[in-house]
């Protein structure tokens, strides 16, 4: 199995993995994550960089798939020969990084000490998980009782042990993955709203990606490298995000959104059934070469609502304005940047942090990710994709030099049955999100992608609606389920022309217009955030928050995206349409990939066995003679009419 590995930042982890007979094994590659230390990178350098940092995950990626190998697996000495040349490949790249900042500007200090990567074995990292995140803020106890709640569940010492390292590519999940949702804690208080408070939302329908658009890329990390990601990404709303998308790609691309004038990318890994389905990415990167399996499920109701800050009126967000919300690398970079949230429709006061939720007969799964709600008045993105956006502070406002906007609350709903966890998932399958393979498929590794292109003039709206009180957009006076937020189901059929199963809820851990929820409840509770606080980089502006900022304000300060694509695509960037033979689950309402349709046209899936093109050469003259057809019968029926 070939598989990608995000780097990591844990330090002082063991050089080799034994096995309890005293064998050797290896778990995971630990290296130190790079791009999460360059906080200060030039508009001129950011492109060689971005090249750069993708090569080192493309490094760890083939270092990977060489320790999978039988043979490697109980040779230290052949694990050293693979672990040496990795560590002489990273301080290549790493000096070009180094190289490229100085000629823009500054040489970064400490990056050349990054170069050396570990081994780690699986069951260290699991048994050293609850340590880390009961050591930093965002879990509030979570690590504790959802690791030992899932390790004694049915008697058994899940830990990583199970299946080796568990699910069908044998990267997890695994049932200590999972916890009764019923023994999670419920959140903290948020805090009261206060006088100027923006107590308004504002809801979009943009589908369920039930036309099946997906991609291995992330156009905000990676732009420009096909299979950026190395996981595949859902994607509603844009239909024309990939590596090699630039801004007027985005801002002329096609969009599911009921309301036209919001042609946002809303993106985030998808949810599989470890239930032995190929999908027809099976041998594909960023599919199952890269630990990827199972079967995509499709959402059963995605809920995008804006809602605004307990403490201030909100202001417009810019145009192209980037945020990322999670962290991939969790598992193993600790949880100062995770911000994963699991529940069950009905259990939505009780939110899980670092487990998947076992629901009970009736009750659906739930993704909730609230997106940092302060800007920082000036940049759209920054070098690290983070310090440019921050949570709100535990009474609700920003933190210094950062203003308040209208915070994405996204709420992905799905219908998979409890897994039995007893049996490893063998009769009631187990489902994971996609992940890189270090990762394991841990459920606090889940995270969200976001890209603001709504247009000025709706964006306004939104500011306008949230500062006032109102409840508006599409979806937002829609009526919700019996089942206490479960959405109405509508959306399995919605693609485009369809989205309202979206907003129907508002988001469910919060009450539209009551204020006590409105931006001020960081994810997880206040207590359960990571609370990010950059260096402030501007003053406030004091223009009107309900006003749109004028075109000079923000500065552009972005990861410039490829405007020259390749002359052959290659397989990495294509979407693969799904085997019509290939089982689904029962009532799961789930679809596997499909081809990727224009952006203006958001088709029903399509079966095929071949690639994007073939799909495409398979239906265009198909299509082509059905018209025909339709048209001879019209003008036989119109002589026939004639001559009577």
């Not at 949810?271 to 990415?281: A, F, P, V, W």
Request: glycine content about 12%; aromatic content about 4%.
């Amino acid at each position: 199995m070939a598989a990608n590995v995000y780097a990591s930042a844990t330090e002082g982890s063991p050089d080799t993995s034994r096995t309890a007979d005293g064998g050797w094994q290896a778990g995971t590659i630990d290296c130190p994550d790079v791009g999460d230390t360059l906080t200060n990178v030039p508009d001129d350098a950011r492109e060689e960089v971005d090249k750069e940092l993708a090569l080192l995950d493309q490094q760890i990626a083939e270092a990977y798939q060489k320790l999978q190998d039988p043979a490697v697996r109980g040779d230290e000495a052949a694990a050293s020969g693979i672990m040496d040349p990795l560590a002489e490949n990273r301080a290549a790249t790493i000096e070009r990084i180094a190289a490229a900042l100085e000629r823009a500007g500054e040489r970064p200090e400490g990056v050349d000490e990054l170069a050396a990567c570990t081994l780690r074995q699986s069951d260290d990292q699991a048994d050293g998980q609850d340590g880390a995140q009961d050591d930093q803020n965002g879990q509030n106890g979570q690590g504790d009782q959802g690791q030992e709640g899932g390790q004694e569940q049915d008697g058994q010492d899940q830990g990583g042990r199970q299946q080796s390292n568990g699910g069908q590519s044998g990267n997890g999940p695994v049932a200590g993955d999972f916890a009764d949702i019923t023994t999670a804690p419920p959140p903290a208080q948020a805090p009261n709203p206060g006088a100027d408070a923006s107590r308004g939302t504002f809801a979009t329908s943009c589908g369920v990606n039930a036309n099946g658009l997906f991609n291995s890329d992330n156009v905000i990390v990676a732009p420009g490298v096909s299979n950026g990601a190395h996981h595949f990404h859902d994607y509603v709303g844009n239909q024309a995000n990939n590596a090699f998308a630039d801004d007027n790609e985005l801002a002329n691309g096609g969009t599911s959104c009921v309301d036209q004038g919001d042609k946002s990318s809303y993106y985030w890994p998808v949810l599989r059934l470890q239930n032995g389905t190929q999908e027809q990415d099976a041998g594909a990167p960023g599919g199952g070469i890269e630990g990827n399996a199972g079967e995509i499920v499709t959402p059963k109701d995605v809920t995008l609502t804006f809602v605004g800050s307990p403490s201030s009126k909100v202001t417009a967000m810019p145009r192209l304005l980037r945020i990322i919300t999670g962290d991939a690398k969790a598992f193993v970079n600790g949880t100062t940047n995770a911000n994963a949230s699991w529940s069950c429709t009905g259990f939505e006061d009780r939110q899980l942090k670092d487990k998947y939720p076992v629901c009970p007969q009736g009750s659906d799964v739930v993704r909730t990710f609230k997106f940092q709600s302060c800007w920082d008045g000036r940049n759209i993105d920054s070098a690290n994709h983070r310090t440019h956006v921050a949570f709100a502070q535990a009474d609700g406002a920003c933190p210094a030099g950062f203003q308040a906007i209208p915070q994405l609350v996204q709420r992905i709903v799905y219908d998979v049955d409890a897994p039995t966890l007893q049996d490893g998932g063998r009769t009631v399958p187990l489902f994971a999100v996609d992940a890189f393979p270090e990762q394991l498929h841990k459920p606090v590794t889940d995270h969200g992608d976001f890209i603001n292109v709504f247009d000025e003039g709706l964006m306004r709206d939104m500011v306008g609606c949230i500062n006032d009180g109102r409840q508006c957009g599409a979806g937002a006076d829609e009526e919700p389920d019996d089942d206490n937020g479960n959405g109405n189901g509508n959306g399995n059929g919605n693609g485009s022309d369809d989205g309202s199963d979206n907003g129907s809820d508002n988001g469910s851990s919060q009450e539209p217009g009551s204020g006590s929820d409105n931006g001020s409840e960081n994810p997880g509770g206040s207590d359960d955030e990571p609370q990010e606080e950059p260096t402030p980089t501007a003053d406030v502006p004091s223009d009107d928050a309900s006003t749109a900022p004028a075109d000079d304000e923000p500065k552009t300060y972005t990861s410039p995206s490829a405007t020259e694509k390749p002359v052959t695509q290659s397989p990495e960037a294509t979407s693969y349409p799904r085997n019509d033979s290939t089982p689904s689950a029962s009532e799961s309402g789930s679809t596997g990939i499909v081809a990727q349709p224009p952006a203006d046209a958001q088709p029903a899936p399509q079966g095929g066995n071949g690639s994007l093109a073939e799909t495409g050469t398979q239906l265009w003259p198909a299509a082509a003679g059905a018209v025909l057809l339709v048209s001879g019968f019209v003008l036989l029926r119109r002589t026939r009419r004639r001559y009577m």
